[in-house]
T-cell receptor, first 118, second 113 residues
Framework: ETGVTQSPTHLIKTRGQQVTLRCSSQSGHNTVSWYQQALGQGPQFIFQYYREEENGRGNFPPRFSGLQFPNYSSELNVNALELDDSALYLC?????????????????FGPGTRLTVT | AQSVTQPDIHITVSEGASLELRCNYSYGATPYLFWYVQSPGQGLQLLLKYFSGDTLVQGIKGFEAEFKRSQSSFNLRKPSVHWSDAAEYFCAVGPYNFNKFYFGSGTKLNVKP
């Protein structure tokens, strides 16, 4: 069973540029969530995709956008990069968005993409 | 507003000693609570979760957590810490449909030999 993979591992961009990060979900998982983890902070929820539709969104501006593909892999796009966008971006997949009381709900996290904006 | 507070940024314990990591949450609905561990260079791993029922939940690696609704707390415990437990620990809360999660800022655990 292949786990969650993310690419690239590291990335350096200049302020104002655009970036695309990629995530391959674990086999059989149709839900992908993206998080931003700044240095010394906990992950902050960006958004979640379920069956190619956005299923929930955190407090991030519209320049953070995403896609989910028919094979359930996903992309995170960030436009007009700012210095504060420098962070570890984590992707997590799960079997489904979640069922109340469901014992099987669990997010499986990838190792992350380290983005540095200069 | 929904939030998770982990009051201890760093904790150091001796190997073999007991451990308690604190987590307090503010959430407007029934909370679904989680503890994750993050080792350097690795993704987050779920230790345990609470949805309903018994307020003392058991997780992997010998960890347990107790949900106390009256105190809005979900503290993580381990009776005897091993050197391999050194990592950063995050508490998180989410809604019933798990379409949004709130993480605390983490507690970094150091283990003294």
């Amino acid at each position: 069973e292949t786990g969650v993979t993310q690419s690239p591992t590291h990335l350096i961009k200049t302020r104002g540029q655009q970036v695309t990060l990629r995530c391959s979900s674990q086999s059989g998982h149709n839900t992908v969530s993206w998080y931003q983890q700044a240095l010394g902070q906990g992950p902050q929820f960006i958004f979640q995709y379920y069956r190619e539709e956005e299923n929930g969104r955190g407090n991030f501006p519209p320049r953070f956008s995403g896609l989910q593909f028919p094979n359930y892999s996903s992309e995170l796009n960030v436009n007009a990069l700012e210095l504060d966008d420098s962070a570890l971006y984590l992707c997590a997949s799960s079997p489904r968005p979640g069922l109340a009381g469901g014992d099987s709900y669990e997010q499986y996290f990838g190792p992350g993409t380290r983005l540095t904006v200069t | 507003a929904q939030s998770v507070t982990q009051p201890d940024i760093h904790i150091t314990v001796s190997e073999g000693a007991s451990l308690e990591l604190r987590c307090n949450y503010s959430y407007g609905a029934t909370p679904y609570l989680f503890w994750y561990v993050q080792s350097p260079g690795q993704g987050l791993q779920l230790l345990l979760k609470y949805f309903s029922g018994d307020t003392l939940v058991q997780g992997i690696k010998g960890f347990e957590a107790e949900f106390k609704r009256s105190q809005s707390s979900f503290n993580l415990r381990k009776p005897s810490v091993h050197w391999s437990d050194a990592a950063e620990y995050f508490c998180a809360v989410g809604p019933y449909n798990f379409n949004k999660f709130y993480f605390g800022s983490g507690t970094k655990l150091n283990v003294k030999p």
